[in-house]
C-alpha cells in the first residue's frame, strides 16, 4: 500500500470514528436501554436470521459465479469473505473497500485479476437487477 493510500484509509477511519462518537455522545442512552429493553425479541431475531440468510443468497451467488471460471471455493470462507467486506463497506465512508476486499479474495482464490475484478462486477449487476426486480 503506496503512502497515500495508507493516508486516504487512515482518514477515512478517523472521519468515521469521529462521526460514531459525536453521535453517540448526543443519543439519549436511557432511551436507547428503554427501547432495548422493549424489543420483540422474536421479531430481532427473525430480523437478523433474514439478514444472515442474505449473506448465504450473496456468498453462493459469488461461488456459482466462481465456479463458471471453474474456480473452486468452500461456502463457509465465501460467507466469511463477504461478512468481512461488510464490515468495511459500514465502517469506511464508501463502498468500494467490500467489494475491493472480496476481488482480493477472488483473486487468492486463483482467478486472477481481471477474473476477480469481473466476478464482483457481474454479482453486483446481478443484485442490482435483483433488487429492480423486486422493486
Same mark, same amino acid.
Given at each position: ?5 495508507? %493516508?486516504?484509509?487512515?482518514?477515512? +477511519? ?6 460514531? +462518537?459525536?453521535? %453517540? ?30 449473506? +448465504? ?11 463458471? !471460471?471453474?474456480? &473452486?471455493?468452500? !461456502? ?7 461478512? +468481512? ?7 469506511? &465512508? ?24 469481473? %466476478?464482483?462486477?457481474?454479482?453486483? %449487476?446481478?443484485?442490482?437487477?435483483? !433488487?429492480? !426486480?423486486?422493486?
Amino acid at each position: 500500500m503506496s503512502a497515500k493510500n495508507l %493516508v486516504l484509509v487512515l482518514l477515512k +477511519v478517523f472521519i468515521s470514528t469521529s462521526l460514531i +462518537v459525536w453521535l %453517540v455522545s448526543r443519543a439519549d442512552v436511557s432511551q436507547i436501554w428503554q427501547t432495548i429493553k422493549t424489543a420483540n425479541w422474536g421479531i430481532l431475531f427473525a430480523a437478523f436470521s433474514i439478514f444472515f440468510i442474505g449473506y +448465504v443468497i450473496t456468498a453462493t451467488r459469488w461461488k456459482t459465479l466462481l465456479g463458471a !471460471l471453474g474456480i &473452486p471455493a468452500k !461456502l463457509r470462507f465465501l460467507i466469511a469473505s463477504f461478512s +468481512v467486506s461488510i464490515f468495511f463497506n459500514n465502517f469506511l &465512508p464508501s463502498t468500494i473497500g467490500g467489494d475491493a476486499y472480496r476481488m482480493y479474495d477472488s483473486y487468492r482464490l486463483g482467478a486472477g485479476k481481471s477474473r476477480a475484478i469481473a %466476478v464482483i462486477f457481474i454479482d453486483r %449487476v446481478i443484485g442490482l437487477s435483483a !433488487l429492480l !426486480l423486486i422493486a
